[in-house]
């Protein structure tokens, strides 16, 4: 693990050259796996992360299925070559909750009672690791499920804020998280409706509103990187479609030969 710096802030810049209420960049790409009904990678400062949704699809064993809806399951998982020190392969009480937090974050978009009986499955891996998984992990997820035609409210975009050098700071990077004085995770719908709030360290009430805003700001920004990932996945995918439609033989009236 990487020593405690110093200072966290030096001449309004953080450690790693960015404003306080400055986000890592991201890259965002949908549609990356063959075989999910829907998929996404995004990176997020060091952070690498492969979302897949499958579903609606029958719910085994049966005991479990809903009659009137659909029950959302979500698996968190971070690769063990995904941290500096490997991390055990298989579940842990961290991976366990953070997938728990993340399924609720989406359970008031997605519209269940549409598939009832059904199970709809998002995977979340985290191929690397550098602060921010559940937040990039979620955000991932959210454009997997737009992938997979999952109907929904909207999406849903994520970012943490937090409290390093006494000052409220946007999307903590590793040393912030390891060492800073809070990290408060935080997901919401384009509406601003928070749909994951969670909190480490000690925010005084003042503090905690204003790490709030901040938050929203962030998801903000983010919401508008997705919408822009699945406007440009979208518009490329139907003009292509356009393209590949055969031209009518040429000589030949278009339309029916017989009307
Ligand atoms: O990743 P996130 O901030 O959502 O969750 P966290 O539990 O606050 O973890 C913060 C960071 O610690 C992770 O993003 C990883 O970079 C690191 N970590 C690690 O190195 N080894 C672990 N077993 C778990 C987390």
Same mark, same amino acid.
């Given at each position: 693990?990487?020593? +405690?710096? &110093?200072?966290?802030?030096? !001449? ?6 960015? $404003?306080? !209420?400055?986000? *890592? ?14 998929? =996404? ?22 005991? $479990? ?14 690769? @063990?070559?995904?941290?500096? &020190? *490997? ?6 009480? $961290? @991976? ?6 993340? $399924?609720?974050? /989406? ?5 269940? +009672? ?8 998002? /995977?979340? #891996? ?6 921010? %998984? ?18 929904? *409210?909207?999406?849903?975009?994520? =970012? ?6 006494? &000052? ?20 919401? %719908?384009?509406? *601003? ?19 709030? #805003?901040?938050?929203?700001?962030? =998801? ?14 979208? @518009? +490329? ?18 339309? !029916?030969?017989?009307?």
């Amino acid at each position: 693990m990487s020593e +405690k710096p &110093e200072h966290f802030i030096v !001449d309004g810049k953080r450690l790693d050259g960015r $404003r306080v !209420d400055e986000l *890592r960049p991201i890259k965002i790409e949908i549609g990356v796996l063959g075989r999910a009904d829907g998929s =996404c990678y995004l990176e997020w400062g060091n952070n690498k992360v492969l979302a897949a949704v499958y579903g609606p699809r029958e719910l085994h064993p049966r005991h $479990r299925q809903k009659m009137t809806r659909s029950v959302v399951q979500f698996r968190y998982n971070m690769a @063990s070559f995904s941290v500096d &020190e *490997r991390t055990r392969p298989g579940p842990s009480r $961290r @991976s366990i909750e953070i997938s728990k937090v993340s $399924r609720e974050a /989406f359970e008031p978009v997605v519209f269940t +009672k549409f598939f009832p009986k059904t199970a709809i499955d998002v /995977f979340v #891996e985290i191929l690397q690791a550098g602060a921010g %998984t559940r937040t990039a992990g979620i955000n991932a997820a959210s454009l997997a499920l737009a992938d997979a035609g999952i109907p929904m *409210r909207g999406l849903v975009s994520a =970012c943490a804020v937090g409290k390093v050098d006494g &000052e409220i700071v946007l999307d903590l990077m590793k040393e912030e998280d390891n060492y800073g004085e809070a990290d408060l995770p935080v997901a919401m %719908t384009a509406g *601003r409706q928070i749909t994951l709030l969670q909190m480490d360290g000690h925010l005084t009430t003042e503090e905690f509103y204003r790490a709030l #805003e901040l938050a929203k700001t962030g =998801c903000d920004q983010v919401y508008e990187l997705q919408r822009q990932a699945l406007i440009e996945k979208y @518009s +490329k995918e139907y003009t292509t479609e356009i393209e590949d439609e055969d031209p009518a033989p040429a000589g030949e009236p278009e339309g !029916d030969a017989d009307e």
